[in-house]
């Protein structure tokens, strides 16, 4: 081979060289850039609203519930629309919170945003609340949003990125409605650790905000439904909800896609100024 010839063999060696680690550079930062999402309780329900679409905004989302089962069903109905994979966990329990934490950012490289999901109901009349409802309902809708909230905190702060944790609250978050005392309490609590979340970790670039659904008719109220009749036999199934939704100044009970929609502007830049909020998405049933 000439001098020339070896010239620009090295020539196209090295533009190749230099071609494929911009490509790395431009693929990584591509993966990088992609925001994640975490979605807890999502494998039914408003979670599962709320992961599609934060799929369809972009975002790579763990999804992650306590039902191994339906977890694996929703993440093969999600997976094509994007970067999904599934966690099983139970958020009362910090040890799980952190492990979702770290799985996420194992799998997708960092974590933007924390959507605190997972919650139950308890309907019961007042007197016969006892310590085994107030446990699991504190425990699952109060304990998991504290320990999400600290698990997706510290995961900012270790980052050195801002980040944004969103919480399922309720109208019972700003009502109190009969038989559903100790519900109404811990979505009250909720508010209360959304506000105080907000104040103390703002100076972090972390911002702590809450959607409070109305009346949608998942799972969650299929059984607050039935336990309505139980407690009250002069009702049929269904007149519960039905008086309940009845009460939507919209005129129609809400869906996971309502509810998703407030999601996706909490999880966007757009709300980069709003922090502590606990917004009613309700079609017009609580004001305030
Ligand atoms: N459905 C409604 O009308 C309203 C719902 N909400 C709130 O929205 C959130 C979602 O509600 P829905 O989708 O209706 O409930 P849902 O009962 O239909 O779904 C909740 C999901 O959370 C999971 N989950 C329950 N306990 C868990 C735990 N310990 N750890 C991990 N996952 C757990 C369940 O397996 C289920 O997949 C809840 O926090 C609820 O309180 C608030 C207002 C109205
Ligand atoms: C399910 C719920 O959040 C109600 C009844 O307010």
Redesign the pocket.
Known sequence: MCFKEQKALQWTRGSAFVIMFLLVLYLGGMIMSKKVAVV????????KGIAERLLKDGFSVMI????QD?LTKTETELKDLGDVASFV????KKADQEALVAAAVEKFGQLNVFVN?????AVTPFLKIDESELERTFK??VF?TVYGTQAAAEQFIKQGTPGKIIN?????GHEAYEVLGTYSAS?HAVKAFTHVAAKELASKHITVNAY?????K????DRIDAEMVKADPSLKPGEPFAKFSGEIALGRY?TPTDVANLVHFLASEDSDYITGQTILVDGGLVYN
Request: net charge negative.
């Open positions: 807890t309780g999502s494998a039914g329900g408003l979670g992650h519930d306590i039902s339906a966990g139970d958020v009362s999901n997972a919650g139950v109901e699952i809708n998991g399922a609250c309720s109208i019972a979505k409070c659904p109305g009346v949608a998942t799972k969650m109220w809400e």
